[in-house]
């Protein structure tokens, strides 16, 4: 399979496997559980509850993409893999400290602002891959991701009347998304400087690195009490464990392809791809539900598209001028 067909596949597969993993996710995380209680009376009572174990379900996902990862490296067993441990552990908890402060982000910021400001990821992206992983890009290509980036924010930041209680103060949700960033800037980083020295497969980096985080995950579900309350949730709501396996078993298949196109292309394309993946979600919409797009996000969609255009553009132009070894 040639390189053009090779990124198509990976990225459609990214494309599919996380639509309707964020669709499932949300399933889970806002919908509402009601079950069967008793009160002082002795009288039956229905009561509602929230899913609130984060730190669970990031473990079931680390767990289930460790599990897929193993299963493919005994099947196919790859040359081995010589990365130092310790850039492994690294990405680990850069990872999970990036899941973290965006999940927590959200307790003080609304989801347009988390948007806005995750949609940025490919400026630390590239950024931290020059300092981190010694990678190079020309000057061109960071205008073609910084109007992608201005695109995405363009199309997705929906208008809304601002109420007079919220303020456009610097506070902790912003200092939160900040820190994600940066984190998600630092793992592409380390990423890239994998790929330079060790060139491992996108397999062993998906096993190494979630190994990593379902030992930490493990400990921390364990010192929190988190795990225990768990398992009493899940005894009242047997249907979620099914969502979360079929969630991390989406998320496998998806990280499966992910690894795969950072060890065939670098984390920036997959920040390119992540990013643009939520663009094709909210013009999935428009399409199939009929919602309108204002002025403000047609001009969005052209942004987007002019800046992945000039991006192939040139990226193709200069592959066929650099000399062959």
Known sequence: MNKTNKFLLEAAAIFVTYFYF???????????????????????????????????????LCATSYAAACI???IWRPDEDKTPRLYYISIAITYLLAMVCS????????????????????IPVMILGVLLGKKSYPFKKYI??????????????????????????FGLGELLLILSL??????????????????????????????????????????TGEGFQFLEFAKRHPNVTVNLLVLGLTQAVGQMFLYNMVS?????????????????????????????????QWIGTLIVFTGLFLDTFFSKKATKKSPSN
């Open 22 to 60: 964020g669709i499932l996710q949300e399933k889970i995380t806002k919908g509402k559980y009601t079950y069967e209680a008793t009160d002082d009376k002795g009288e039956k009572i229905y009561l509602t509850e929230k899913y609130t174990y984060f730190l669970t379900l990031v473990f079931i």
């Open 72 to 74: 493919f490296l005994k």
């Open 103 to 122: 999940n927590m982000a959200l307790q003080w910021v609304p989801y347009p602002t988390q948007v806005v400001g995750k949609s940025a990821k490919p």
């Open 144 to 169: 073609f991701v910084l109007l992608i980036v201005v695109g995405v924010v363009l199309f997705m930041f929906k208008d809304k009347g601002k109420p007079a209680q919220q303020d456009m103060e």
């Open 182 to 223: 940066m984190m998600d800037g630092m793992t592409g980083g380390v990423q890239e400087r994998i790929r330079a020295e060790a060139q491992p497969t996108g397999q062993q980096m998906m096993k190494a690195s979630n190994g990593w985080s379902v030992l930490f995950l493990g400990c921390a579900l364990v010192t």
């Open 264 to 296: 065939d292309f670098g984390p920036l394309v997959v920040s390119v791809v992540t990013t643009t993946r939520k663009f094709f979600t909210f013009l999935g919409s428009v399409i199939i539900f009929g919602n309108a797009l204002s002025v403000r």
